[in-house]
T-cell receptor
């Protein structure tokens, strides 16, 4: 089955700096890579996703990149703000196949 | 849309007792997932259903755990007997087959077994 590894497990950045979270996956059949954000005491919510037919996708201050050959994908947050503080989960799945495999999560702390 | 509904939101019980967690998925969603979240192991998939049928229960820890989905709008996760190591937040999520695989999570049930 799919195995998703995520690092770092914790990340502290100064407000305004960038944050990068990296993930690798094992199943070459995976072609859909969502990222979820979980604020303290809340539920995980989808913030951005990428499919294997594109290498990069941006949405305001967040971007995701995918290297299908190396089976790497990353989340980039620019100009970080205190409200970005949360746990971020990467995930991988095969489009149309409902099971999604999550990484262990990265706790991001943005220091004002 | 009310989103995914879970009950109870908090449950405190004593070791050995039976615990039943409940979930109502979003109307029209035909896939339902049960996850367990702990600090040590993160978000673990326990079991998921497609069209009310269990598809993959390989994440269910042991025979003390069981899950049912009697109809498209209701699912239960039961732990009998419960143990302190079962203490965690249990999330239910649903998604629509053929969509972008986005899973919508419920608010979770925080279970404490004393």
């Amino acid at each position: 089955g799919e195995n998703v590894e995520q690092h770092p497990s914790t990340l502290s950045v100064q407000e305004g700096d960038s944050a990068v979270i990296k993930c690798t996956y094992s199943d070459s059949a995976s072609n859909y890579f969502p990222w979820y954000k979980q604020e303290l005491g809340k539920r995980p919510q989808l913030i951005i996703d990428i499919r294997s037919n594109v290498g990069e996708k941006k949405d305001q201050r967040i971007a995701v990149t995918l290297n299908k050959t190396a089976k790497h994908f990353s989340l980039h947050i620019t100009e970080t703000q205190p409200e970005d503080s949360a746990v971020y989960f990467c995930a991988a799945s095969v489009s149309g196949y409902q099971k999604v495999t999550f990484g262990i999560g990265t706790k991001l702390q943005v220091i004002p | 849309d009310a989103g995914v509904i879970q009950s109870p939101r908090h449950e405190v019980t004593e070791m050995g007792q039976e615990v039943t967690l409940r979930c109502k998925p979003i109307s029209g969603h035909n896939s339902l997932f049960w996850y367990r979240q702990t600090m040590m192991r993160g978000l673990e998939l326990l079991i998921y259903f497609n069209n009310n049928v269990p598809i993959d229960d390989s994440g269910m820890p042991e025979d003390r755990f069981s899950a049912k989905m009697p109809n498209a709008s209701f699912s239960t996760l039961k732990i009998q007997p419960s143990e302190p190591r079962d203490s965690a937040v249990y999330f239910c999520a649903s998604s629509r087959q053929g969509s972008d695989n986005e899973q919508f999570f419920g608010p979770g049930t925080r279970l404490t077994v004393l």
